[in-house]
């Protein structure tokens, strides 16, 4: 017997479950597909959650040993037990894959484990977990797949000796030395974990410079404060093999722009070059979708791939971040119940959790060049901040741009602590196409870490008045 849906999501990561929420909430029949055996995707289940929790305590673990007795908190030894952090990690990602269980079933979503393919316009066949399969008949398939991790050639990942995220976020002991492949988001905030619980961390990055697509001043001042951390960086380098063995891993490196090769030796080795979308098997030819030579799904403006079929999240153009799946999804379940879904990707923020944290949203001095906008710059230190100084905490800036003419905020770029929560700030004023004085105006809690961005904006017009 086949089942009759207004929709079909397949993928439960933040796309897909934020859709069929949405979806429910509209009063649509909803169905959605999950290959894992928990719900949440990549972002619930090994990437964003469980990475948070180990850079939480990881965090915690550092503090504990090199700041407390300056603040005045005599401890015994410190030690490191590595089974009950990770634990906790695992019980942070099972409430919240259940949680996600909980909310399909509050909005009325049958939930189907297994692997979906889309047999034609309007059919899903879904092989189930358990064996067998079952067909689904749909006025509406939504792809919500997500990405993969990149890899490399020469290299094999094992998870045991060569690792993507998957495998570093459940180490059972901390390698001695750790070589990390690629200075991005994912790199830097895996990187921080072990070089704080005591791996030898290095950094290999193809390119001259880490954290490729934030803004130049940011990704130097960051990589100045990750050093003094312990983090050794090799920029311009390329990495063409990779041996494991039972006791570590061999790299053969060599210069990015031509030179000799040498190799470098690790216990354990993260390979974290980017992600890439998820579309094996799916069956997308059967309705026509198209992918681009990085194989993302073409779409239209309104996240259309046919009549009748939509994609969302990671395997569609934009940012591969779950805030921006969640968004693409609840607009997809709007549109199809026709109401008016839409999603600005300038300001979708991206956010490094890092210590200090580094967070960006809208358009980078870099870009506003390339683009030939006149700007104006704001500038305000993190060691003129109040809060800043009293916690300790001094390390990084906000920094605002605001077109010349008209004053209307273009972007903000920040680092130091808390800054992750800050930038909701500014992605608030762009949203309202606030001028930097809109900010710079508006009362701001003393002391606090915001006002930083108040008196960045400030600086806008030259007249910050805290440094």
């Known amino acids: ?69 300056g603040m005045g908190i005599k401890t015994g030894p410190i030690e490191l037990d590595l089974p009950t952090m990770m634990a906790q990690k695992n019980d942070a990602v099972d409430g919240l894959t259940a949680g996600v269980a909980f909310l399909m079933k509050k909005n009325k979503v049958t939930t189907y484990y297994g692997t ?24 509406n398939i939504v792809i919500a797949t997500g990405s993969e991790p990149s890899t490399l ?15 570093a976020i459940a180490l059972d002991k901390v390698p001695e030395k750790l070589i990390l492949i690629g200075a991005g988001v994912i790199g830097l905030e895996l990187g921080s974990v ?117 994609a969302v999240g990671d395997c569609i153009d934009g940012p591969m971040l779950a805030h921006k799946a969640e968004d693409d999804g609840a607009a997809v379940a709007e549109l199809i119940a026709g109401k008016a879904g839409h999603v600005d990707y300038n300001l979708v923020p991206s956010v490094v959790y890092t210590n200090p944290e580094i967070a960006w949203v809208g358009k980078t001095e870099e870009e506003l060049k390339a ?44 680092i130091g602590v808390g800054v992750g929560e800050m930038i909701g700030e500014i992605g608030v004023a762009m949203e309202f196409g606030a001028a930097s004085e809109d900010v710079a105006r508006t009362s701001h809690a003393h002391p606090t870490l915001s006002e930083a961005i108040r008196q960045a904006a400030m600086d806008v017009e030259g007249w910050a008045m805290q440094m």
């Open 194 to 310: 072990w070089s704080r619980l005591g791996a030898e961390v290095t950094v290999l990055e193809y390119l001259d410079r880490i954290m490729p697509g934030a803004d130049t001043e940011v990704a130097k001042t960051a990589q100045r404060i990750f050093k003094k951390q312990g983090l050794k960086f090799k920029l311009g380098q390329k990495v063409t093999g990779a041996k494991a063995s039972k006791t570590g891993v061999t790299l053969s490196v060599e210069p990015a722009k031509g030179g000799s090769s040498e190799d470098m030796q690790a216990d354990v080795v993260i390979v974290a070059v980017g992600r890439k979308p998820y579309t094996e098997g799916l069956g997308i030819d059967a309705v026509g979708a198209k992918t681009d030579a990085r194989g993302v799904i073409e779409t239209t403006d309104h996240f259309k791939v046919a009549e009748g079929v939509w």
């Open 371 to 414: 683009a030939g906008i006149a700007y104006k710059k704001g500038h305000f230190p993190y060691k003129a901040n109040s809060r800043a100084r009293t916690n300790h905490e001094t390390d990084g800036f906000v920094k605002i741009l605001a077109d010349a003419k008209t004053d209307q905020i273009l972007g903000a770029h920040m």
């Open 153 to 167: 050639p020469g290299i094999e990942i094992d998870e045991t000796r060569i690792l993507t995220n998957t495998g």
């Open 116 to 139: 979906g393919k889309i047999l034609a316009p309007g059919k899903v066949e879904i092989t189930k977990a358990e064996g067998g399969t079952e067909e689904l008949v749909t006025k």
């Open 1 to 69: 017997m086949t089942d009759s849906y207004d929709i079909v999501i397949i993928g439960a990561g933040p796309g897909g479950y934020n859709c069929a929420i949405r979806a429910g909430q509209l009063g649509l029949k909803t169905a959605i597909i999950e290959k894992r055996e928990t719900l949440g995707g990549t972002c619930l289940n090994v990437g964003c959650i469980p990475s948070k929790a180990l850079l939480h305590a990881s965090e915690m673990f550092t503090r504990a040993k090199q700041d407390f007795a």
